[in-house]
């Protein structure tokens, strides 16, 4: 087991990113004694369960106060982050915005002319943003995710299974291509070289987007079985862990293939507010709900979710991967296996936890996975000091 508590931390400062001691949690407003029960619930989970190890970091008012490694890591080591990608994606996109270069209410075919066929030519960019757009399997695998060209064909024959903004179908791939393609058009960067220049360099962060496969084995969390050898379990083809395999994480399949430590989320949050690099008004627009829906399909679920631009809001009811115990306004996204990342505007407080343990099936459902990732976003939402109601005020 490694714990690393006190050896690096970061605050997020303008363009930069000094290097610090981390903050001491009273004087951020937070209460030591919650952030023990934080960091015993995740220390269980490694050290007396299933997972082979886990990454947390907790950031508030711009300063990383928590950042720990536990298992078979270390804190330089980077992890998947599945959908807890899209908030980073989702924060290019608010970049854009904020700066003129583009606008939800667009048509995507007025910015990518091959994607305007098979009466695709109707759906804005906000459908693509809130996963109501229509397309939500729509096909496009490796290698032909290499070469742009064949990107863009495989666009144009996409097909609408349903009625743009009728429904809410979480796209899984389809809709982050497309991002994708709407950023380089707009600034001449590829998604990942504006990931790299624009936002991981300046904050000081290691966020990457298509890791080289010579540096998976020393840099990246590798994909591990929780699931006992004897159940027969089978790989959900449909699942992440097509993910595991070194060429598809390195083609760099923009919605799940983000790269990087808890650290890395924590501090990428606290930028949207603090690091002057998004304008106040771009990250409210992004956050603001745009409609709250039952997810339909493939990540069908028994509540309605609340949608932000490519994020979840909590709003009513927050859902098993953001907390119960924070604002209406808190926002984010889990990710498969049971991953974790929000922040919370009103209590200013952002979170991450990674692990590299997988079931077969690639989303831990099981009854202990939905308590795991339950109550670590309750604890880690629950950390202010005054411990009142202040945090939840405007929760209805």
Same mark, same amino acid.
């Given at each position: 087991m490694c714990a690393d508590r006190r050896e690096r931390g970061t605050t997020v400062s303008g363009s930069s990113s000094p290097v610090a001691l981390l903050a001491d949690p009273v004087d951020v407003g937070l209460d030591p004694r919650r952030l023990a029960l934080l960091t015993e619930r995740v220390r269980i989970e490694v050290e007396g369960g299933p997972l082979p190890s886990a990454q947390i970091a907790l950031a508030r008012a711009g300063r990383l106060v928590l950042f720990e490694t536990y298992g078979d890591a270390t804190p330089q080591t980077r992890y998947?982050? &599945?959908?807890?990608?899209?908030?980073?994606?989702?924060?290019?996109?608010?970049k854009l915005m904020g700066e003129g270069l583009l606008a939800a209410g667009e048509r995507v075919a007025d910015i990518i002319p091959e994607f305007g066929t098979n009466g695709k030519d109707v759906?804005?960019?906000?459908?693509?943003?809130?996963?109501?757009?229509?397309?939500?399997?729509?096909?496009?695998?490796?290698?032909?995710?290499?070469?742009?060209? &064949?990107?863009?064909?495989?666009?144009?024959?996409?097909?609408?299974?349903?009625?743009? @903004?009728?429904?809410?179908?979480?796209?899984?791939?389809?809709a982050a291509w497309v991002i994708a393609e709407i950023v380089e058009r707009r600034t001449g960067s590829t998604l990942a070289q504006y990931l790299r220049e624009e936002i991981a360099e300046p904050l000081g962060l290691s966020l990457?987007?298509? =890791?080289? &496969?010579?540096?998976?084995?020393?840099?990246?969390?590798?994909?591990v079985s929780i699931d006992p050898p004897d159940t027969g379990a089978t790989v959900d083809p449909w699942g992440p862990w097509y993910l595991s395999k070194p060429e598809i994480l390195a083609a760099g399949e923009p919605s799940h293939s983000l790269v990087g430590?808890?650290?890395?989320?924590?501090?990428?949050? &606290?930028?949207? =507010?603090?690091?002057?690099?998004?304008?106040?008004?771009? =990250?409210?627009?992004?956050?603001?709900?745009?409609?709250?829906m039952h997810p339909q399909g493939y990540s069908a679920q028994p509540n309605p979710v609340t949608m932000g631009l490519f994020v979840v809001v909590a709003?009513?009811?927050p @859902?098993?991967?953001?907390?119960?115990?924070?604002?209406a306004q808190t926002f984010g996204h889990g990710g498969a296996p049971c991953q974790v990342s929000f922040m919370d505007p009103v209590s200013? =407080?952002?979170?991450?936890?990674?692990?590299?343990?997988?079931?077969?099936?690639?989303?831990?459902?099981?009854?202990? @996975?939905?308590?795991?990732r339950t109550n670590i976003a309750n604890l880690a939402a629950d950390v202010l000091a005054d411990a009142s109601a202040d945090a939840v005020a405007d929760r209805p």
């Open positions: 998947v982050l &599945q959908s807890a990608s899209r908030p980073i994606v989702a924060s290019i996109v608010w759906v804005t960019v906000e459908q693509v943003l809130t996963h109501t757009a229509g397309f939500p399997l729509a096909p496009l695998g490796w290698p032909q995710m290499l070469d742009r060209g &064949q990107r863009l064909a495989a666009m144009s024959k996409w097909r609408l299974t349903f009625e743009p @903004g009728s429904r809410l179908e979480f796209h899984l791939t389809s990457e987007l298509g =890791v080289p &496969q010579e540096r998976h084995a020393d840099d990246v969390a590798p994909f430590t808890a650290r890395d989320v924590a501090l990428h949050y &606290q930028s949207l =507010v603090h690091s002057g690099r998004w304008t106040p008004t771009a =990250v409210t627009d992004g956050i603001r709900p745009r409609l709250t709003g009513t009811l @859902g098993a991967y953001l907390p119960a115990t924070g604002s200013q =407080v952002s979170f991450a936890f990674l692990t590299n343990g997988y079931p077969l099936s690639g989303y831990d459902e099981s009854p202990r @996975g939905v308590a795991r």
